[in-house]
């Protein structure tokens, strides 16, 4: 099984560093640019089945390739609580450190990573063989990338070709 993960285009808080999970941000003139340049790629493969965040800069971008996707809110973006709309050097240090621990992170009145990677985990192991697109956040595909082995963090409009299997 091969899923290729679509970071969702750029965004007025993703261009300037800010934590952005459950604010629901439309692209940006630079988002709608990297998704749209997301058509040619995407189209030359045969998706069994296309997915994307609920949230609408997924969802935009999706159109904006050229798809109608099956919303799964299991991909939906970690959910930062109180540090949402900050910028790392804005956070504490003690909030730093623990971002940075990431497995044990648990976002002030927000979202603890272990049910974000379990929430997460559970739509890949739904998937049914074959080759499938997914619109969704840089927080799934690092927890994706991380359950395979690897750490990794992807810019907007990036696409990462996983293997299961």
């Not at 799964?72 to 450190?97: K, M, T």
């Not at 971002?99 to 648990?106: N, R, T």
């Not at 739509?123 to 063989?129: F, G, R, V």
């Not at 499938?132 to 991380?146: K, N, S, Y």
Request: proline letters at 4%; charged letters at 20%; aromatic letters at 10%.
């Amino acid at each position: 099984m091969t899923v290729d993960l679509v970071r969702h285009g750029a965004t007025a808080w993703s261009s300037t560093g800010r934590y952005t999970g459950r604010t629901d941000l439309p692209l940006s003139r630079s988002g709608r640019q990297e998704a749209a340049a997301l058509m040619e790629p995407l189209g030359k493969h045969d998706y069994l089945t296309v997915w994307s965040s609920p949230l609408l800069r997924a969802v935009e971008t999706a159109s904006l390739a050229g798809f109608v996707p099956h919303i799964d809110e299991r991909l939906a973006e970690f959910d930062f609580g109180e540090i949402e709309g900050n910028r790392w050097d804005d956070l504490s240090p003690s909030v730093q450190a623990a971002l940075a621990a990431f497995d044990s992170f648990v976002a002030p009145s927000g979202e603890a990573v272990v049910d974000f990677t379990s929430r997460v985990l559970s739509w890949w192991y739904d998937l049914a063989p074959g080759r499938h697109l997914a619109f969704c956040h840089g927080g799934v595909i690092r927890v994706i990338q991380r359950h395979r082995g690897a750490d990794t963090l992807v810019q907007t409009g990036a696409v990462v070709s996983v293997h299961r299997g």
